[in-house]
């Protein structure tokens, strides 16, 4: 490859991140500053008022809304509604993208509420519509916690259905069984209604975990069989309490969750994975065979393993056994299942699956040192950055050569005085010499270059010179001097190719080929060679 010799930038690189964060939004007109309750219908009992002051409101004292239950023939309640029916497209409330909500995320829901009369709480209610002819789903009449005869803040999360397209957001006071938790001695007032269109978080997944795995709670809690007859002895595990199945009686199977069956996710395992099942045993009849772990589907799968068995079965060991879980086409759902080998009796405890830990948490490390960089000229090309600290060192690398197409810069702990980058032309002469073979016309060898010479020296390419022809391809180099008598100094002549890159310290190997049609003392073949710095022939 031909390499050309480039200069290195020193740069420094920074980064910033940038955050963002959302607000809670309110919904349509949610904070009444349009009068008259715009956005909004209602409902109330007879008797019961539902009003739109235009002032006294929550903190900007303007609007409200206002259910007032108080009014001698008021009965189970009242409340207010958005959108108004109609407002939107057959009735089917707000659509989520008006409140940037999607569907199957949890979000936080909030209002500011204040009892103008009586001590009762207001609520709310959330209903999910997809386009149907009625509600989807709803949350039911959600009561707030607490009340106050100021204007204060409550909110509720509520996970949207999948397949939900728009919802209704109802601030309502119902009183009696299944309402807000209000009486007909209350008057509720409601203001900036919003929603926090970022998701809340979801929780983290805690997987199943096999209950009374250690048996120590008495009788076998959560453990059930339908084949066998198991005994929970309370003394004699490892330690205490523990599981005995008799297998010399014919097939017995004890099986976690109480015999249900579970989806592997809901235990934590994913489809196609490994993982190991553990559990201390032991035989205690004299029999040979230890116990299997069992997993079953509903119809078509079952998968038993038993452990390999060392040392002295009839004492207590600790065994691991590595199972693979099918699809879920494979298996949808199975039973967790514990069975002792044929012909023995076999003692259960300490039954678990181990789960793989967190990853680590990742460590960002900071280091001080100087990058290195330079322009890419060709993206076809690489590029091989050197360095030395004085004039007299050689050029050592720094890393591996680096192709145009990434980032052209390298990573140095400590700074150096010099810097060079050797860039590699793809398809050139591998050895760096280019027309080697001199296969360019009679009249031009170039790159290379005529040393100096005497008169009636001459260089020049030919496809054949009396018996000789080209070592490869089709021509060759052909040097020829007259040499005069003593005491003239003899002819020479000679051709000197482009330079090439080198590191110094380096060995090579210079390899030519040559032949001397005519011998005589004088006649002499040889290789010359010449070194370069940044500053001319050293």
């Known amino acids: ?66 259910v007032d239950l108080t009014v001698p023939s008021a009965s189970w309640g009242g409340g207010i509604v958005s959108p108004p029916d109609f407002f939107y497209p057959a ?29 009762g709480t207001g609520g709310i209610k959330l209903e999910a519509w997809n386009g149907g002819g009625g509600a989807a789903s709803n949350t ?15 909110s509720w999360n509520y996970t949207i259905p999948p397949g939900t397209l728009s919802i209704k957001i109802v601030p309502l006071v119902i009183t009696g069984a299944g309402g807000s938790g209000a009486t007909t001695a209350d008057s509720v007032g409601f203001d900036n209604i919003k929603v926090n269109n970022t998701p809340v978080p979801p929780p983290p997944f805690v997987p199943d975990q096999i209950i009374n795995g ?8 959560g453990w059930a069989t339908t084949e066998g007859t198991p005994a929970f002895p309370t003394t004699g595990g490892n330690p205490d309490g523990n599981a005995v199945l008799d297998g010399t009686g014919g097939f017995a199977v004890l099986y976690a969750f109480n015999n249900t069956f579970k989806t592997f996710a809901s235990l934590g395992l994913a489809p196609g994975d490994t993982y190991t099942f553990q559990m ?27 452990p390999a068995i060392s040392g002295d079965v009839s004492q207590w060991a600790t065994y691991s056994i590595q199972l693979t879980v099918p699809d879920a086409a494979t298996a949808p759902q199975i039973k967790f299942g514990l069975r002792p080998g044929a012909g023995s ?146 002819a020479e002549i000679g051709v000197r190719s482009d330079t090439i890159p080198v590191t110094a310290g ?6 030519f080929s040559a032949a001397v049609p005519q011998l005589g003392a004088s006649f002499i073949v040889g290789c010359r060679v010449n070194y370069f710095d940044d500053f001319g022939p050293a």
């Not at 030395?388 to 005085?417: H, K, L, M, Q, Y």
């Not at 380096?506 to 390899?511: A, F, H, I």
């Open 1 to 66: 490859m031909k390499s050309i010799l480039r200069k290195l930038t020193l740069c420094a690189l920074s980064g910033a991140a940038i955050s963002a964060h959302a607000a809670p939004v309110l919904i349509p007109n949610g904070d009444f500053s349009i009068p008259g309750g715009a956005n909004f219908s209602f409902f109330e009992s007879a008797g019961g008022v539902v009003s739109f002051p235009a002032t006294g409101g929550s903190g900007d004292d303007g609007g409200y809304g206002l």
């Open 91 to 119: 009735n089917q409330g707000i659509p989520l993208a008006n409140l940037g909500l999607v569907a199957g995320n949890t979000y936080t829901f909030s209002m500011d509420m204040k009892n103008f009369a009586g001590t």
């Open 140 to 154: 039911g009449n959600l009561p707030a916690t607490g009340s106050s005869s100021q204007w204060a803040n409550y």
């Open 214 to 221: 250690n048996f120590e709670t008495p009788g076998g809690a």
């Open 280 to 306: 201390d045993m032991r035989v205690t009849n004299g029999g040979t065979n230890i116990g299997f772990v069992r997993l079953q589907a509903p119809v078509g799968y079952v998968n038993e393993q038993a």
């Open 345 to 490: 009796i076999v003692a259960f405890d300490n039954v678990k699956i181990i789960l793989p830990g967190p990853p680590p948490p990742v460590v960002a490390t900071i280091e001080q040192g100087t990058v290195v960089g330079w322009t890419v000229n060709d993206p076809d090309n690489t590029y091989q950055p050197q360095k030395r600290d004085a004039v007299e060192d050689p050029w050592t690398d720094i890393g591996g050569p680096v192709p145009g197409t990434s980032v052209p810069f390298a990573f140095e702990e400590t700074a150096s005085n010099f810097y060079q980058v050797l860039e590699t032309v793809p398809g050139a002469p591998e050895n760096g010499v280019l027309n080697p073979g001199f296969e360019n016309s009679e009249s031009d060898i170039a790159p290379w270059v005529i040393a100096p010479q005497i008169s009636g020296a001459t260089a020049t390419t030919v496809t054949s010179y009396l018996t000789y022809t080209p070592v490869g391809g089709s021509r060759m180099l052909k040097l020829e001097a007259e040499n005069f008598a003593n005491p003239v100094p003899p």
């Open 506 to 511: 380096t060995p090579y190997t210079v390899n």
